[in-house]
């Protein structure tokens, strides 16, 4: 039995997630000690978001140490997640891709956050996404709260392991779905109406080509038909080549079929960017009539 310390008190989202790469790294094998004892923490096999040592073949991975422990080509500092992950990422994601993938979605944004660096600029006076600090905020007990701090941190630990696991795996799908994506695009004959047979994430595909305009997709959640506008830019926000005819936009089943005269159309967004029916003839035939200008 290994034994892996952090420090107790508050606990942070970049500790948690290090802690949980570690333990699907090697499973039940390490006990978890919060403290900050440095008699303890120096004599721990793993140390965690303290000691001040960034020394991966010690066991070392924090960076609260003077000048801290470096920083990615962007700027990003690493901060304990990000130095666990740059250490065993590749190994328990299997495919350098793919560990490379969720870096840049998980693991950077958590090492920015714990690090104060702002990767956003809030449009809205007063109001701000809601991020997964703002859940273990809400979870984490207070002074009027009977719940112990270091249960809750226990208690949260599969839960974080199942987010590593869950971002791995379709990190993992997202290079097979790729290439089912460029495939349907090939193979499409009017390459602005794009079919696809599963809802695969295509926006970063077909967004790179000139002609796509849809997509349709089946839900898989609940059997209807999918049908969405190709963003002009996925990294710009709500910007689409084509949109939903106005008089559409809003409108539900039986309204909305009369004004489509697709008898199986269920719903079109307010915005105009999705709509959908309920099957893939109905999908197709609105595509269709987007393209026409809703004749």
């Known amino acids: 039995?290994?034994?892996?310390?952090?420090?107790?008190?508050?606990?942070?989202?970049?500790?948690?997630?290090?802690?949980?790469?570690?333990?699907?790294?090697?499973?039940?094998?390490?006990?978890?000690?919060?403290?900050?004892?440095?008699?303890?923490?120096?004599?721990a096999d793993y140390a965690i978001d303290v000691s001040g040592i960034n020394d991966p073949k010690k066991g070392r991975f924090?960076?609260?140490?003077?000048?801290?422990?470096?920083?990615?080509?962007?700027g990003i500092p690493y901060a304990s997640?990000?130095?666990?992950?740059?250490?065993y990422g590749h190994r328990l994601a299997k495919d350098p891709r793919v560990a490379d993938i969720v870096?840049?979605?998980l693991v950077q944004p958590i090492d920015a956050a714990d690090n104060g660096v702002a990767l956003f600029s809030p449009v809205r006076e007063g109001v701000y996404p809601y991020l997964f600090n703002n859940v273990l905020s809400a979870l984490t007990p207070?002074?009027?709260?009977?719940?112990?701090?270091?249960?809750?941190?226990?208690?949260?630990?599969?839960l974080i392991k199942v987010i590593v696991l869950k971002e791995i795996e379709k990190a993992d799908y997202f290079f097979r779905d790729l290439e089912e994506v460029r495939t349907s695009y090939t193979q499409a004959r009017n390459?602005?109406?794009?079919?696809?047979?599963?809802?695969?994430?295509?926006?970063s595909t077909l967004s790179k080509f000139k002609e796509p305009m849809l997509?349709?997709?089946?839900?898989?959640?609940?059997?209807?038909?999918v049908i969405a506008c190709v963003p002009n830019d996925t990294a710009k926000?709500?910007?689409?080549?084509?949109?939903?005819?106005?008089?559409?936009?809003?409108?539900?089943?039986?309204?909305?079929?009369?004004?489509?005269?697709?008898?199986?159309a269920e719903f079109c967004h307010k915005n105009g960017f999705i709509a959908k029916t309920w099957s893939k003839e109905g999908a197709v035939k609105m595509a269709e009539k987007v393209l026409r200008g809703g004749v």
Request: hydrophobic letters at 40%; proline letters at 4%.
């Open 62 to 74: 924090d960076h609260h140490q003077e000048g801290g422990a470096g920083q990615r080509a962007n």
């Open 103 to 105: 870096d840049k979605k």
């Open 215 to 225: 997509v349709i997709h089946p839900d898989q959640n609940t059997g209807e038909w």
């Open 1 to 43: 039995m290994k034994t892996l310390v952090t420090h107790s008190g508050s606990f942070h989202q970049d500790e948690l997630f290090a802690i949980a790469t570690l333990l699907l790294i090697f499973g039940d094998e390490i006990k978890i000690v919060r403290t900050r004892d440095s008699a303890l923490i120096e004599k």
């Open 81 to 87: 997640f990000g130095l666990v992950w740059k250490e």
């Open 191 to 203: 390459k602005k109406i794009i079919l696809l047979d599963h809802p695969y994430p295509w926006k």
């Open 237 to 264: 926000g709500f910007s689409y080549r084509v949109l939903f005819p106005v008089e559409w936009r809003g409108r539900m089943r039986a309204e909305l079929a009369k004004i489509t005269d697709i008898p199986d």
């Open 142 to 158: 207070t002074w009027r709260d009977s719940a112990n701090v270091d249960d809750t941190f226990t208690e949260l630990l599969p």
